[in-house]
């Protein structure tokens, strides 16, 4: 039932505009389902509607949503009085769910919420957002124990909020839970959210840049996981571990942890990784400093072994290039695993690190579809000065029998990009699409394109499209 905000709002003043006409549709209909009504708008527009009539007056207290901001009151005492009166325990209507935005330094303490929870817990509240946005560095004191204990608790997202210690956590309905910016009183808190919540699914997690705790993530049910923890500091302590064999997606963007160690995915799962935290340096990007990355490689080599075999057996998978250099610079001392599942593979690399391609698509017999994102190193004027080190030893498997589809995704500009599209093209046997883009400037774009027309194809049914 979805009527649009103006139309109803109309209709509510007409029918109060007019007392002597007959009653409008509006007016007759049973108390549940204007509140459905009214639960389309803004609490702010739904509490204006209780000026319109006796009728609705006190309507918007049994409302099944609430969305509440702070710097939208005058001062502390009119927001709890407002949300006292919503959260009235003796009310017996559900809460389906609440919104809370703390902005006023003056209320970061949320003693509030106590009583607050303790209602919508009874009145079988199922989605909890609440986010503390009045200063990076203050948060509510501790949250209330009661948000660990919810039959009805669906979704739960807090944000830069401060959690007390977890004596007793039970949370059988949760599904979807958002930690982003939180501190908690010790590690053992976090892990037992995630172990006493049975039926959750989705997971993202936002790490404050300073907090250092290692992050177990064991999950029987969860299928997707977002973690993301991003520094410009260095920390030695920090650690990521996840064991969950129903998960189907996961995104790690990670630059500081030392050890991510995955147990279990599902077989098909699909993959974003960008990690630096395995290995540092990531700053010295010339040929220098090969040697000295591959030693660091070398002393965290347990660490990347168990990351990599606990990720060989992804469907899809996208790498950023810093990850890439850790693959290959791991495949140098150790066998590489064979990711025999993946289909699809995306990752962003230098021209200069062209040359790691084939040895690296050895591992992916199977894949079907390539696509390469191409960063030009500004520090040497283009790519100019690498095509002379870019060269081709071999053809990987994937090539010759399973290679359809490839993408370039930024522009072809340089001689070098020519060479990596000239190799594709001369070694994929079975290839069926060729997709890339040209530079929008003419003289460039007519010299590459004329270029690619001259480069023989050995699979006969390969199309080049040309964006």
């Not at 049994?62 to 009166?85: A, I, M, Q, V, Y």
Request: hydrophobic share 40%.
């Amino acid at each position: 039932f979805c009527l649009d905000r103006k139309n109803m709002v109309r209709k509510l003043k007409a029918s109060q505009a007019r007392p002597t006409l007959t009653k409008d549709a509006i007016s007759q209909l049973p108390n549940d389902l204007t509140c459905q009504i009214l639960s389309l708008l803004s609490t702010k527009e739904a509490v204006k509607t209780s000026v319109l009539s006796t009728r609705w007056r006190h309507l918007w207290l049994s409302l099944p949503c609430l969305e509440l901001k702070s710097r939208e009151f005058l001062d502390l005492k009119n927001f709890t009085s407002f949300g006292d009166r919503f959260f009235d325990s003796t009310r017996v209507s559900c809460i389906q769910e609440v919104k809370l935005t703390i902005h006023k330094k003056d209320v970061s303490d949320g003693y509030f919420l106590t009583s607050w929870f303790d209602a919508a817990v009874k009145r079988k509240i199922q989605h909890l957002h609440v986010g503390s946005y009045s200063y990076a560095d203050r948060r509510f004191n501790k949250m209330p124990q009661r948000v660990y204990n919810c039959e009805t608790l669906v979704c739960l997202k807090l944000f830069q909020v401060t959690l007390s210690d977890a004596e007793f956590v039970s949370l059988p309905s949760l599904k979807t839970m958002h930690l982003e910016y939180i501190e908690f009183p010790n590690e053992a808190t976090f892990e037992t959210l995630v172990l006493c919540s049975p039926v959750l699914e989705c997971l993202k997690i936002v790490v404050a840049s300073d907090d250092e705790k290692v992050f177990r993530v064991h999950s029987r049910s969860l299928k997707r996981l977002t973690f993301e923890r991003v520094s410009p500091f260095l920390f030695d302590s920090a650690g990521v571990v996840i064991d969950a064999p129903r998960l189907c997606f996961l995104n790690i963007n990670d630059n500081i942890s030392k050890s991510v160690i995955i147990h279990k995915l599902e077989s098909n799962a699909v993959l974003q990784i960008s990690l630096l935290g395995i290995v540092r340096l990531e700053e010295f990007d010339d040929e220098f400093f090969d040697d000295i990355y591959e030693v660091i490689v070398s002393s965290k080599i347990s660490n990347i072994h168990k990351f990599l075999h606990g990720i060989s057996m992804a469907r899809s998978m996208k790498i950023c290039r810093g990850t890439l250099k850790i693959m290959c610079h791991y495949s140098k001392l150790e066998p590489f695993p064979q990711f025999s599942n993946m289909s699809y593979l995306d990752i962003t690399l230098y021209p200069r690190e062209f040359k790691w391609l084939p040895a690296f698509l050895e591992s992916f017999p199977n894949l079907k579809y390539l696509a390469l994102v191409m960063v030009c190193d500004d520090r040497k004027g283009g790519f100019s000065e690498d095509i002379d080190q870019v060269s081709f030893s071999s053809v990987p498997e994937c090539l010759l029998s399973s290679l359809e589809f490839v993408e370039l995704i930024a522009p072809v500009q340089y001689d070098v990009e020519l060479k990596l599209v000239k190799y594709l093209l001369k070694n994929s046997a079975v290839l069926e699409k060729l997709i890339l883009r040209l530079a929008s400037y003419n003289s460039r774009r007519d010299y590459m394109l004329k270029k690619l027309l001259k480069i023989p194809r050995v699979s006969t049914k390969c199309k080049v499209v040309i964006l």
